[in-house]
């Protein structure tokens, strides 16, 4: 087994780079089909990764610390962000529309608004759970046949165009992604590939890239769709969109175990839960700033609002973290266990002796 400071150093650099992505991703226009066929099935094979089991209770309870009442907060934070846009902006008449939109704290659904990438929170909830009855199961062969059929029926509801609260149907559809990232973290697949040494693990991490780009292609041709929605469940062909996702995810676990330094990215994946809560009202900030230099989405903006985001972000990180660890998950490490929870870790900074 790797040791634990291997472990988080490898995971914090997919975080990292998958959150990133989900910020730039964000300052485009259109979105980018390539970023979205696998940067939230990317945070689901981490999240799983870090799931560990407990008692019913406790388990539920961290659960809810960890990721409901970071959504709570981010949730009435963005609701009033934006009453108070809508305000200054002398646009009254729609301020009915908005008031309603807290009811998005019962509903899990992340309409408050603009800040609609928290739906995440509430997903990966519900996913939790999931697995957690999953792992009830006595054996094996029933346990990947409960995914296979939760996975399913996800994907069936999303075919209908059927949405449930706290997306129930997307956490449904990508219960795989968390499933084998719980089973590659369990069976340490990630650490044995070091074992292939720097020029087969990126050999073969490109030809895992390649078929990504096959199956991704692939996939929107045949679906008829311009990219992939994990919010919305629109996937496309089921085993294409899981193709795809999963090369991409073995490609970056694959570079990951092998890169040394890029501390930056590792922070910022440490504390990614702060950014994903923070960046679509930091992003309208941005934009309302660059003025028709924003229209279109360039690439010199795009990077530029990305690394605005970041910057503005990086000077909250410290003292939210040390006055208001509740608000980005932070639960109390177990006695006798030296790690917090295991999950909302998958978002946000690990306590001190993860």
């Known amino acids: 087994m790797a040791d634990g400071t291997a472990r988080k150093d490898y995971l914090d650099l997919m975080k990292g780079l998958g959150i990133l992505l989900v910020v730039w991703g964000h300052t485009m226009v259109p979105r980018s089909a390539y970023i979205y066929s696998f940067h939230m099935p990317l945070f689901f094979f981490v999240s799983g990764f870090l799931f560990h089991e407990r008692p019913a209770g406790e388990f539920f309870l961290r659960k809810i610390k960890g990721l409901y009442v970071p959504y709570a907060f981010f949730t009435v934070l963005s609701w009033l962000f934006y009453l108070a846009v809508l305000a200054l902006e002398g646009k009254s008449g729609q301020l009915a529309r908005q008031v309603p939109r807290i009811v998005s ?6 309409r408050n608004g603009g800040n609609d990438s928290i739906w995440f929170l509430p997903c990966l909830l519900v996913m939790n759970c999931l697995f957690w009855a999953v792992r009830r199961l006595p054996h094996p062969a029933l346990r990947a046949a409960a995914v296979a059929a939760c996975s399913g029926l996800g994907y069936g509801l999303g075919r209908l165009r ?9 956490a449904r559809a990508n219960l795989v992604f968390f499933a084998l990232g719980h089973l590659v ?14 020029w087969k693990a990126g050999a073969a991490a490109f030809a895992l890239e390649g078929l990504h780009l096959v199956a991704m292609k692939a996939n929107l041709k045949l679906a008829g769709i311009r990219k992939v929605s994990v919010t919305s469940n629109v996937l496309g062909d089921y085993f294409l969109y899981h193709l795809a996702a999963l090369a991409a995810v073995a490609a970056i676990g694959l570079l990951a175990v092998r890169v040394r330094g890029l501390g930056g990215l590792k922070y910022l994946g440490a504390n990614s839960l702060l950014i994903l809560g923070t960046h679509k009202p930091l992003l309208y900030l941005v934009r309302k700033a660059a003025g028709p230099l924003a229209d279109g989405g360039s ?39 030296g790690r917090g929870d295991e999950t909302s870790a998958a978002l946000r900074t690990m306590p001190a002796g993860r």
Request: net charge positive; charged share 15%; hydrophobic share 50%.
């Open 105 to 110: 704290l019962v509903t899990g659904t992340a």
């Open 162 to 170: 059927f949405a449930l609260p706290f997306k129930v149907d997307g």
């Open 185 to 198: 973290g369990k069976k340490d697949l990630i650490v044995k590939a070091q074992g292939l040494g720097p």
């Open 299 to 337: 690439l010199p903006y795009q990077l530029s609002a990305t690394a605005l985001v970041v910057l503005a972000v990086l000077p909250l990180i410290g003292p939210l973290n040390r006055h208001l660890p509740w608000a980005l998950g932070r639960v109390p490490a177990d006695p006798g266990r």
